[in-house]
């Protein structure tokens, strides 16, 4: 996820829409139901103080930073009617793979969020190439890589340390898995270039995204297959 500001400045942001113009049923769209009355306006306020930190230039990358981000992010699930659980589109059941230092910690965070785990890993290590203390140079920490803004909206308190690092890396990927609804090459793009940019290419599954691979930096066209070449690794 360390990419360069310049060439991906949304990179990793929860931009799901157009958060100046967007309602809650925009956003929630075909993952859930209508919400309550006081959920809609806690949650439009919310929305309403991304939409302004957007207008104003700002440039973090992930969640933005607010005064209770740990409840944003919750509500966040609420609205898209998911759980802590994560994205319920895959089992999340402990699967075999080529075991690595921080196994337990994938393990549980797969069975947490629901993100395979040889998937999981393959990130870890086109991120950091398993380094906790890896920092890149557009400011991603940690083994998978967050932004500070990414990792404050997740309540990541200190990105460097594997535990909060990998939790927080997995739910965020499980956000883009559930977001657009299991298409793993989606959901990788979107952790990379953010999904703003996945979102203006108009696309709706891996099949479109890879024809209009292209459009996207770079890195991230690298990224996806290094994802897989790394993901067959780890599969047993």
Not at 68 to 86: F, M, R
Not at 130 to 141: C, H, L, T
Request: cysteine-free; charged content about 20%.
């Amino acid at each position: 996820m360390g990419i360069d500001p310049a060439t991906a400045s949304g990179h990793g942001q929860l931009k799901w829409v157009n958060l100046r113009g967007a309602g809650i049923k925009e956003l929630t769209g075909k993952h859930s139901g209508e919400t309550s009355g006081s959920s809609k306006s806690e949650f439009a306020a919310l929305l309403q103080q991304l939409a302004l930190q957007s207008a104003n230039g700002d440039s973090s990358n992930g969640l933005t930073s607010l005064p209770d981000s740990s409840s944003l992010s919750n509500l966040i699930w609420q609205q898209l009617g998911g759980t802590a659980g994560g994205y319920s589109g895959i089992s999340g059941e402990i699967t075999e793979t080529v075991p690595t230092d921080y196994e337990d910690l994938i393990q549980a965070a797969s069975a947490k969020y629901g993100v395979p785990v040889d998937l999981i890993k393959a990130v870890i290590d086109t991120e950091s190439s398993f380094n906790p203390n890896v920092v890149s140079s557009a400011g991603a920490k940690g083994l998978m890589q967050l932004m500070d803004g990414t990792a404050n909206g997740l309540g990541v308190s200190d990105p460097f340390d594997p535990a909060q690092s990998i939790d927080g890396g997995v739910r965020y990927l499980s956000y883009q898995l559930k977001r657009y609804d299991g298409q793993e090459k989606m959901a990788l793009a979107a952790y990379n270039a953010g999904p703003g940019r996945v979102n203006r290419l108009g696309v709706s599954n891996d099949q479109e995204l890879m024809e209009k691979l292209s459009l996207l930096p770079k890195e991230t066209q690298a990224y996806i297959t290094k994802i897989e070449r790394a993901r067959a690794e780890y599969a047993v």
